[in-house]
């Protein structure tokens, strides 16, 4: 057992809040298991003699987030980790729109991480009655990331276990280990659900002309409810798999249509900057995609003059994607080779 292991008998403060400082006591997220919100936990020690001491590494991993009412673990489709995702934290209503959420995930991280530190230094300075500001550690913080797939309101404050055993809850629970009241409220709301009349399905001519030995068309999905973008930023295979970055969902193999012997179809993973194909006469093509923000881009090679030969794969592609917020969205692309067409359906 170390130095500081064994100094430590007691906790001086705990305290639970949210990372957009301590006014903020209530939050809501999308109830869909991927929207995630920032709880911290500040912390301070202290020794037999009151005086306060850092928590060790040991210590600070016996922290986590509990109900308020009850004082047991997140449940109930709650739950919480100490991984961030790239989702969009803030709630629509209370995100920038005019800057159309182009940076999101950790976008404000850095700066209300310093805002809540000084906050608690300012505290702790201020609330040292006996002018003896050495006396006074900065609290520790340990960084949560809540989600929830359940519809409703819950309360958390949270609890930590001391190397004697004893445990010390926020929840105003009282104890051996003294009480803290201290909790942040988070709203877990139905995620949002748009007809397809709320999808853009853009279909723009990239190359080449039905005269050209071949050509190929982007199409680009988008979510505009109301007219305003909703973000998209990845999509999945309808099995739950991660799509690939270039995943070729169609082959007609060879065909006799007006200016086309063989069509395919690429599917392109957010991220990806162009598609780029080998054909079957030696020719390397390449095509910008995602060059529209917050839309995904389906990508169409249409052969007139050699058939390029794929896998032949016919049929609907069922497929998911996700917005910012993590919701998701299960669409189908139904392909009408007669007339050389990809159609957005939802499924």
């Known amino acids: 057992m170390n130095a500081e292991t064994q100094a430590l008998s007691g906790i001086a403060t705990f305290e639970v809040k949210f990372d957009a400082g301590s006014s903020v006591t209530s939050k809501k997220i999308y109830a869909n298991g991927r929207m995630q919100a920032r709880v911290l936990v500040m912390i301070r020690g202290k020794d037999a003699q009151g005086n306060e001491v850092a928590l060790d590494a040991a210590t600070l991993g016996k922290i986590k987030l509990i109900r308020y009412n009850g004082g047991d673990d997140l449940q109930g489709g709650w ?15 209370m995100a920038s729109r005019e ?5 999101f995930g950790a976008k404000h991280a850095e700066e209300e991480i310093e805002v809540v530190q000084d906050q608690m230094v300012g505290e702790a300075v201020s609330g040292n009655a006996t002018g003896n500001r050495e006396a006074r550690i900065e609290p520790q913080r340990m960084d949560f990331w809540v989600t929830s797939s ?12 001391l190397p004697n055993g004893t445990v010390v809850k926020t929840n105003n629970s ?10 942040v409220t988070l709203e877990g709301k139905s995620p949002e659900t748009y007809s397809i009349e709320a999808f853009k399905f853009d279909e723009v001519l990239k190359q080449g002309t039905t005269d050209t030995e071949y050509r190929t068309y982007n199409y680009y999905i988008g979510l505009f409810p109301g007219g305003r973008q909703t973000r998209l930023v990845k999509w999945f295979h309808a099995n739950g798999g991660t799509g690939d970055a270039q995943y070729h969902f169609y082959g007609s193999g060879k065909v006799d249509y007006w200016h086309t012997i063989a069509l395919g179809g690429w599917l392109n993973q957010a991220g990806r900057s162009k598609w780029e194909l080998n054909t079957s006469s030696g020719r390397y093509v390449s095509v910008p995609v995602n060059d529209r923000s917050g839309e995904i881009t389906v990508t169409q090679f249409i052969n007139r003059k050699n058939w390029y030969l794929t896998a032949v794969k016919t049929g609907n592609f069922d497929f998911s994607v996700h917005d910012l917020y993590g919701t998701e969205h299960k669409l189908r692309i139904r392909t009408v080779i007669s007339d050389r067409a990809f159609i957005l359906e939802k499924r």
């Open 99 to 103: 800057a159309d959420l182009q940076e």
């Open 174 to 183: 009282g104890g051996p280990g003294g009480s803290f009241n201290s909790s």
């Open 79 to 93: 739950s919480a980790s100490k991984t961030e995702n790239n989702y969009e934290h803030e709630f629509p209503s």
């Open 150 to 161: 359940s519809t409703g309101t819950l309360q958390i404050a949270a609890a930590v276990t």
